[in-house]
């Protein structure tokens, strides 16, 4: 039966809606004569009537069509409709006594007004009736949709009567955290405890979830979705009203907040003193598609070199970036090249560099995320120590005048693979700036620094995406503290050292104190204007869970191995010197790492980092196979 309804069309529809109009009309006639009782008669009475009948059919048919009341959908025959049912009620009304006192037989007008009122009638009833027929058939279908409300307030008590006439939507029953509702019938419907779910879920079937309770926080209504989830029921959101209207946005409230509020300390900000290392030269960015790269990119093109070759692995952020970067060159006659390659292939880079003639380059282009380099250390040890090594190697041989690197603070005594795969880049950079430096050398430096506010990964980024899931805020532990700076001022660090440098130099900045993580997550939650849920306050709308540290993850960081730092012309600026490896033991280290790579062993790969990354503290069982 349901698929019979299903496939009928509008226009099989209004055809069958005229027919069963018809008979109501001629129900309505009989209905009239019997109730007035004529002088001549019920019988003969209706067999005199017979010749107006089809007048009457005719006259209702055209008037149902051109008021739209055979058009009219069962579910949406309401007040508008039933006016329009009236007039049509009228219409044949004044049919019947203008045919009756045309054509004959003559009766009282009486008759005419009961006619019409018997068919109104008629009409409204059966339309009632017919919605809960089809509505039958559709809740026995096997596309009924079974849902539970939560929330029995006002928004809840509207949406069930919303859906009252809906074909394929059935509200079962609501649930309510309310303790005063629980037990009680509102809207025609049990409220329970949501404590029930489940067990409701099971008992009557539930397809799907509506969470009407626009009244409570964005973070605790997801945290209530999230736990709906988990039981494999589909969740949907009512807005409210006042979001309906438009009094209030359509759009989450957790905007995302500029990573520089969460800073806690003044951003350093100096005058760019550094333009002659850049302008009217050939910059070569590697990794320009990353938060790092693309803002070199954006600065470096502030300087005004001659043209800014942008070399990326990922073909998305490549096109992002390149896209941005000739918007931003448009008419300042800088020419901007794109290239898609790896810091791996020598062969690449060596035409690059030599087809571009290169004078700068800045080597931003690493495997930079703790966990999934610690996941895969050959991956990142490939990318971030040989890559480095063949982009430094083919520099040198195609007399490059600069070459920086970027750096992490996670290169200081690491505990990670990724930390030491950037001690290993700097060992090598080092390496590099005692064979190919002097007077009319390359000038090999780096940049370290610590975390980026807001790049790719990071944990401000984390944080508002954990917030707008409802929480939790995810802390390793208690004491976990990092230094932070912003995108833009790591990116001025860079260029400022990329002028200073005189070779083999390592730069740092002055970046403050360490930054509690979790007071972090406080300010990231109270910034988006919610509270924090902890033992002080219960009631509050973000809990900050501890999950422990990660493998190879430190508690604090550091900026240098000597702690000494001399000064630069910047005053938040400083440079150390370090000691490196010999050319002979580099040697070593490259040509471990590549047997390693080539037997795909990664235990070996970590033991040449463990050996030689001055700090590293193996894990204990590599120290015992050692």
Not at 117 to 137: K, P, T
Not at 148 to 161: H, K
Not at 308 to 330: G, I, K, P, W
Request: glycine share 8%; charged share 20%; proline share 4%.
């Amino acid at each position: 039966m349901l698929s019979f309804v299903q496939s009928l069309t509008k226009q099989q529809k209004r055809i069958i809606m005229l027919s069963f109009d018809s008979v109501l009309l001629i129900l309505a006639v009989v209905a009239a004569l019997a109730l007035r009782g004529l002088p001549a008669g019920f019988a003969e009475s209706l067999f005199s009537y017979l010749s107006i009948l089809p007048y009457l059919l005719l006259v209702g048919a055209g008037a149902s069509i051109w008021l739209g009341v055979c058009s009219i959908q069962l579910n949406a025959y309401e007040t508008a409709a039933v006016g329009a049912t009236a007039i049509l009620s009228a219409i044949l009304a004044t049919t019947s006594f203008l045919t009756s006192w045309v054509l004959g037989p003559d009766y009282p007008f009486g008759l005419h007004v009961i006619l019409g009122a018997f068919f109104f009638s008629f009409v409204v009833i059966s339309r009632a009736l017919l919605l809960q027929v089809v509505l039958m058939i559709y809740r026995k279908g096997p596309t009924r949709c079974r849902v539970l409300i939560y929330g029995a307030g006002t928004t809840g008590t509207q949406l069930v009567s919303a859906l009252r006439g809906h074909e394929q939507i059935e509200p079962i029953a609501f649930v309510d955290d309310n303790v005063a509702l629980q037990g009680l019938r509102v809207a025609k419907l049990p409220v329970y405890s949501p404590m029930r779910v489940a067990e409701l879920v099971a008992e009557k079937q539930i397809d799907r979830v509506l969470l009407a309770v626009p009244s409570l926080s964005v973070p605790k209504q997801a945290q209530i979705a999230r736990r709906l989830e988990k039981m494999r029921l589909e969740v949907q959101t009512l807005p409210s009203f006042a979001q309906l209207i438009g009094e209030e946005a359509l759009v989450d409230k957790l905007a995302p907040v500029a990573p520089r509020r969460f800073l806690n300390r003044d951003e350093v900000t100096h005058a760019n003193d550094h333009g002659a290392a850049y302008s009217g030269k050939v910059v070569f960015v590697s990794g320009a598609g990353g938060s790092i790269g693309s803002e070199i990119s954006r600065q470096v093109l502030e300087q005004r070199p001659t043209k800014l070759v942008l070399f990326e692995l990922s073909e998305l952020a490549l096109y992002n970036t390149d896209m941005e970067m000739r918007q931003l060159a448009e008419g300042s006659g800088i020419e901007v090249v794109s290239v898609l390659g790896s810091v791996t292939d020598s062969r690449q880079l060596r035409k690059v560099l030599s087809q571009h003639k290169v004078n700068v380059i800045l080597h931003a282009a690493a495997y930079k995320h703790v966990p999934l380099v610690e996941a895969n250390p050959l991956s990142g040890l490939v990318n971030n120590v040989l890559g480095t090594q063949a982009l430094a190697e083919q520099a040198a041989r195609a007399g490059v005048e600069r070459f920086i690197l970027i750096s992490t603070d996670k290169a200081v005594r690491p505990t990670n693979i990724m930390g030491g795969s950037k001690r290993l880049a700097e060992l090598v950079l080092q390496d590099m700036a005692r064979k190919y430096g002097g007077p009319d050398g390359v000038i090999f430096s780096m940049v370290r620094f610590g975390n980026v506010l807001g790049s790719s990964g990071s944990v401000v980024p984390l944080f508002q995406e954990q917030l707008s899931r409802g929480g939790p805020l995810t802390v390793t532990d208690r004491g976990v503290a990092r230094y932070f700076m912003t995108v833009e001022e790591a990116v001025q660090l860079v260029l400022q050292a990329g002028a200073q440098a005189d070779g083999g130099e390592v730069f740092v900045l002055d970046m403050g104190k360490p930054v509690p993580i979790l007071k972090l997550a406080r300010q990231v939650i109270e910034t988006a204007g919610y509270t924090v849920r902890d033992e002080d306050n219960p009631d509050g709308d973000i809990e900050i869970a501890i999950t422990g540290l990660r493998p190879g993850e430190k508690m604090t960081e550091e900026l240098t191995l000597s702690g000494t730092l001399i000064g630069t012309r910047h005053p938040k600026i400083f440079s150390t010197r370090e000691e490196g490896l010999n050319e002979v033991e580099i040697a070593v280290v490259l040509r471990d790492l590549r047997e390693a790579v080539v037997a795909n062993d990664e235990e070996l790969a970590r033991a040449v980092v463990y050996r030689w990354v001055e700090g590293f503290e193996a894990p204990e069982a590599m120290r015992k196979s050692s």
